[in-house]
């Protein structure tokens, strides 16, 4: 479950050890040109800065453990990773604060992972939009990320097979609400996620951070379901819009429109939308896409797979 971190220290560190360190310079004061530190790789990607009594480390922690970042760490690898961490540096990092957190699962599908985008839709509170190979959700304190890992990786599937990756970036205003919400404690700390308890809860909100996204359902032409003439009307509605290139692609040309030509306000906007989505939920006009079934289930096998059993006595 977990990639990439970003985590910082302020302490005087005693014994901290840098001997580790590849490709290491100075830091400088911007005004005075003093040296504050030092800043340097724990290869192979870790960037690890220590300046003015504040350590940092930043990277893939996946790719640290595994070499590459196509797989995830579950709680015990993330554990042992740490743990490698602080006897590199001679660290103690209990007491570090997370300022950045991605969690993320690798999900089997049969078709190109560009040709599920139409299917995942809305989502409250998050800025939906799609860069290159990659679809963004972006709330300004996380992110929610697909995007096909077998083609970043380059990896050889059998005929048949994509690999997507799921990915939550959780950054350190949502984890520090997360933590007071949970805990009663402002900062979210490292030895925090050694319990696992709290691991467990962190992959449960991973795969509702998935669940929380509206997924397009299919339009059906069923008369035997329709009970008012509203009905008929939300049926043609919706038919006409898949063959238009679904609800996704209408709601973002109805905003570029609209950004080029304002004629509706936010509010009027999100009013349509929101019926819209509406609409496509009903379940005497819509039945449920087979494919987005098949992803629910393969974002619930990641989770099952990366609960930390709780061994009570």
């Known amino acids: 479950m977990v990639d990439t971190i970003s985590i910082i220290k302020r302490s005087v560190i005693t014994h901290f050890d840098d001997s580790h360190l590849k490709r290491k310079r100075p830091v400088f004061d911007d005004e005075t040109g003093e040296i504050i530190g030092i800043r340097g790789y724990l290869e192979p990607n870790l960037i690890i800065s220590y300046t003015n009594r504040c350590l940092r480390i930043t990277g893939s922690l996946s790719k640290f453990y595994f070499g590459d970042n196509l797989k995830v760490l579950n709680h015990e690898q993330f554990m042992m990773v740490i743990?490698?961490?602080?006897?590199?540096?001679?660290?103690?990092?209990?007491?570090?604060?997370?300022?950045?957190?991605?969690?993320?699962?690798?999900?089997?599908?049969?078709?190109?992972?560009?040709?599920i985008f139409k299917l995942i839709g809305d989502c409250k509170y998050f800025n939906r939009f799609i860069e290159k190979n990659t679809l963004y959700f972006n709330s300004g304190v996380r992110k929610k990320i697909f995007y096909d890992k077998g083609l970043e990786s380059k990896m050889n599937l059998h005929k048949g097979k994509f690999l997507m990756r799921f990915e939550v970036r959780w950054n350190y205003r949502f984890l520090k609400s997360w933590s007071?919400?949970?805990?009663?404690?402002?900062?979210?700390?490292?030895?925090?996620?050694?319990?696992?308890?709290?691991?467990?809860?962190?992959?449960?909100?991973?795969?509702?951070?998935?669940?929380?996204?509206?997924?397009?359902?299919?339009?059906?032409?069923?008369?035997?379901?329709?009970?008012?003439?509203?009905?008929?009307?939300?049926?043609?509605?919706?038919l006409g819009i898949e063959s238009a290139g679904g609800l996704t692609k209408i709601i973002e040309t109805i905003k570029l429109s609209n950004n080029i030509n304002p004629l509706f306000s936010p509010s009027e906007l999100s009013r349509y939308f929101r019926k819209l989505w509406g609409m496509n939920k009903l379940e005497q006009?819509?039945?449920?896409?087979?494919?987005?079934?098949?992803?629910?289930?393969?974002?619930?096998?990641?989770?099952?797979?990366?609960?930390?059993?709780?061994?009570?006595?």
């Open 83 to 115: 743990k490698n961490i602080e006897n590199s540096l001679e660290v103690n990092l209990y007491d570090a604060i997370i300022q950045r957190l991605d969690f993320a699962g690798n999900l089997s599908v049969p078709i190109k992972v560009k040709r």
């Open 180 to 238: 007071i919400k949970n805990f009663g404690e402002e900062n979210l700390q490292v030895e925090k996620l050694f319990n696992p308890v709290v691991f467990n809860k962190l992959v449960l909100l991973w795969g509702k951070e998935y669940y929380d996204i509206h997924k397009i359902n299919y339009s059906i032409l069923d008369f035997s379901k329709i009970s008012k003439f509203k009905d008929i009307e939300n049926q043609f509605i919706l």
């Open 285 to 313: 006009i819509t039945i449920h896409n087979k494919l987005i079934s098949q992803l629910d289930e393969e974002i619930s096998i990641v989770v099952r797979s990366n609960l930390t059993r709780i061994y009570e006595g």
